[in-house]
C-alpha cells in the first residue's frame, strides 16, 4: 500500500503571499491530521479531519485551515504568511488510532 | 492533556536491548500509550501502542506498569538504524476502542546506538 504523500516537497514564499498544501492519506483511511515543526516549538497539532469535518483543532491563529474531501484528501492552507510561518508540515492519516505520517512539505517563508 | 516524561538521552550498542522510559502519572482510563520515533530528515513514524495490556510487533515491545504510570519502551537489539528521537505520548480513546484526536508530542528521548 502507498504511503501518505504530500506535495509539494518544497516551497518557497515571501512575506503576504498565501501558500496551499496538499495531502493524500493511506487508502482506506479517514482521519487526516497536520502538524507543524520548527527547532524551537517542535512537533505542534494543528489540526484533525474525519469524513469532512474538522474534529480537533491546535492552538493556532485563524490564518492557519484546512478542508478534507470526500476521497479523505486534504489541503492546509496559510495566508498573509509570515517568517515564522516557515517550517516542516506533516500530515498524516490513521486507522485504529495509529498515525502514519508523510515526509512534509518544508515551507521557507522570505 | 496528560503530559509525559522522558530523559532527554540515552545511549545504547548495536544489538544490545534497549529500555526507553516513560512516566504519565496523569493517565486517564480512556488514555492508550503511544510511541512515535522521528529518524533525521524524516517525518515520525509510528512504532507501537496499548492500553492496559503488554504489546509486541515486530519492531518493539511495549510494557506497561499495572498501574499504568509508567510504561517503557524496548527495543529488543538495537540497530544503526534505531538512532532516532523516540516520543511517549498519551493519546485519549473513545469507549469504542478507537483512539483519536490528537498527537501531542513532547521533547523525547534522543537515542544514540553506538557500532
Known amino acids: 500500500k502507498a504511503g501518505v504523500t504530500q506535495t509539494p516537497r518544497y516551497l518557497i514564499k515571501t512575506r503576504g503571499q498565501q501558500v496551499t498544501l496538499s495531502c493524500s492519506p493511506i487508502?482506506?483511511?479517514?482521519?487526516v491530521s497536520w502538524y507543524q515543526q520548527t527547532p524551537g516549538q517542535g512537533l505542534q497539532f494543528l489540526f484533525e479531519?474525519?469524513?469532512?469535518?474538522?474534529?480537533n483543532k491546535g492552538n493556532f491563529p485563524g490564518r492557519f485551515s484546512g478542508r478534507q474531501f470526500s476521497n479523505s484528501r486534504s489541503e492546509m492552507n496559510v495566508s498573509t504568511l509570515e517568517l515564522g510561518d516557515s517550517a516542516l508540515y506533516l500530515c498524516?492519516?490513521?486507522?485504529?488510532?495509529?498515525?502514519?505520517f508523510g515526509p512534509g512539505t518544508r515551507l521557507l517563508v522570505l | 492533556d496528560a503530559k509525559t516524561t522522558q530523559p532527554n538521552s540515552m545511549e545504547s550498542n548495536e544489538e544490545e536491548p534497549v529500555h526507553l522510559p516513560c512516566n504519565h502519572s496523569?493517565?486517564?482510563?480512556?488514555?492508550?500509550i503511544h510511541w512515535y520515533r522521528q529518524l533525521p530528515s524524516q517525518g515520525p513514524e509510528y512504532v507501537i501502542h496499548?492500553?492496559?495490556s503488554n504489546v509486541n510487533n515486530r519492531m518493539a515491545s511495549l510494557a506497561i506498569a499495572e498501574d499504568r504510570k509508567s510504561s517503557t519502551l524496548i527495543l529488543h537489539r538495537a540497530t544503526l538504524r534505531d538512532a532516532a528521537v523516540y516520543y511517549c505520548?498519551?493519546?485519549?480513546?473513545?469507549?469504542?476502542?478507537?483512539?483519536?484526536?490528537?498527537?501531542?508530542f513532547g521533547q523525547g528521548t534522543i537515542l544514540t546506538v553506538h557500532p
Open positions: 498524516a492519516s490513521s486507522l485504529w488510532g495509529a498515525q502514519y
Open positions: 487508502s482506506g483511511h479517514r482521519s
Open positions: 479531519y474525519f469524513s469532512e469535518t474538522q474534529r
Open positions: 496523569t493517565i486517564s482510563g480512556t488514555d492508550y
Open positions: 496499548g492500553l492496559t
Open positions: 505520548i498519551l493519546k485519549r480513546g473513545d469507549a469504542g476502542g478507537t483512539s483519536y484526536g490528537k498527537l501531542t
